[in-house]
């Protein structure tokens, strides 16, 4: 088959394994064989005679295990890749998500199409890093965009459910999550647009219980917290198809006392009377990712002024330097080692390098 895109194969990575490389390939061809459409299968096997091709399936078979399960799971996306530019692929197979929930009411299908295209996504886009198709930028970005539009799908699916047990109205049944009220907020990385392969994905929950048309007897904020819930549940669940991602919904305002969705009075009282300086840190990538997000700017915007203050006083610049002492005492990292050193968490690490760059900020 003719390979479309631009691949340098200077660049390729090498097979480090050769056993892992002889079984990958085998299995390909056994994989092939299997086919129940003729055209894939000659596909598949013209892939694997062609030395570009050759190459790329050695490099995937010999060093990662996921992306070689993927390329079985997912042959199809696969070859598709490789068949037209990525980011069509991409679009397609977002677009096709999209449609299918559309129609789905059956809670464990939509758990299993989030996973899958998710795996589709992560297949397409690490084959466009290890192939050099795309930058570093443009790959933490589609990580995030992919993310971002999973939990948002998830949402769609979550407030369709409650319109029809009864408990929300919705004032567009085609867009749900126009006006309903209910706004995510992506943080860290994903508020930032930077997600690695495996980045943990922060989230904070904010809803306006005057906004929100919802009717049930047990009131919005019971309501949304169940949401809330159920949409962790969709995302963060392991099931045979693997989990959508890691959600942490921790860096919400006191997440001891306050629950998993929180009203907008109460989250605004509480940052301005009880926020403190990594709180204020933190909410610099808030960015409304999903539901209504007039809500989430009106939000953000009223927080403004606890987010960007005009000037530090002394105890805020102490609070910062107490921050600093806690980056250092947590897990040893004040010293600075050879060996075993955390380059996360250890000084001069990522996050000591998150923390300037918030400071300055």
């Not at 129940?36 to 060093?63: C, Q, R, T, W, Y």
């Amino acid at each position: 088959m003719d390979i479309v895109p631009p691949i340098d194969f200077a660049k390729l990575p090498r097979a480090s394994d050769a056993r892992a490389t002889e079984i990958g390939l085998q299995n390909w061809r056994d994989h092939a064989a299997a086919q129940a459409d003729d055209a894939v299968a000659k596909d598949m096997i013209a892939l694997a005679e062609d030395p570009m091709g050759k190459a790329i399936l050695s490099g995937l078979f010999s060093n990662s295990p996921f992306l070689s399960q993927c390329v079985f799971s997912d042959t199809a996306t696969f070859l598709a890749l490789l068949r037209q530019p990525p980011q069509e692929v991409l679009r397609e197979v977002l677009d096709t998500l999209k449609e299918e929930l559309a129609r789905s009411t059956d809670r464990s299908q939509v758990m299993s199409k989030l996973r899958v295209c998710r795996r589709k996504a992560a297949l397409i886009i690490a084959l466009c890093d290890l192939l050099d198709l795309w930058s570093l930028d443009r790959i933490v970005e589609s990580l995030s965009d992919v993310t971002e539009s999973l939990v948002s799908l998830a949402l769609d699916f979550l407030l369709r459910q409650a319109a029809a047990r009864g408990e929300l109205e919705l004032a567009d049944q085609e867009v749900p999550q126009t006006g309903c009220g209910y706004v995510i907020f992506g943080m860290g990385k994903l508020g930032a647009r930077e997600l690695n392969y495996s980045s943990d994905v922060d989230l904070i929950v904010i809803f306006d219980g005057q906004r929100a048309r919802y009717r049930h007897s047990r009131g919005p904020q019971e309501g949304f917290v169940r949401m809330t819930r159920d949409l962790v549940r969709l995302l963060d669940e392991r099931t045979a198809d693997g989990y959508v991602c890691r959600t942490d919904l921790r860096l919400r305002p006191d997440p001891g006392a306050m629950p998993l969705a929180i009203s907008i009075a109460a989250a605004l009282t509480y940052y301005e009377s009880l926020g403190q300086n990594w709180e204020r840190a933190a909410m610099t990538k808030a960015r409304a990712i999903a539901g209504d997000k007039a809500l989430g700017q009106r939000f953000l915007r009223d927080l403004r002024p606890f987010i960007w203050r005009k000037n530090l006083d002394f105890w805020a610049i102490q609070d910062v330097h107490s921050i600093k002492r806690q980056i250092y005492a947590h897990k040893g990292g004040a010293a600075i080692a050879i060996a075993g050193h955390n380059i996360k968490l250890g000084r001069g690490g990522i996050r000591e390098i998150e923390f300037f760059a918030q400071t300055q900020q």
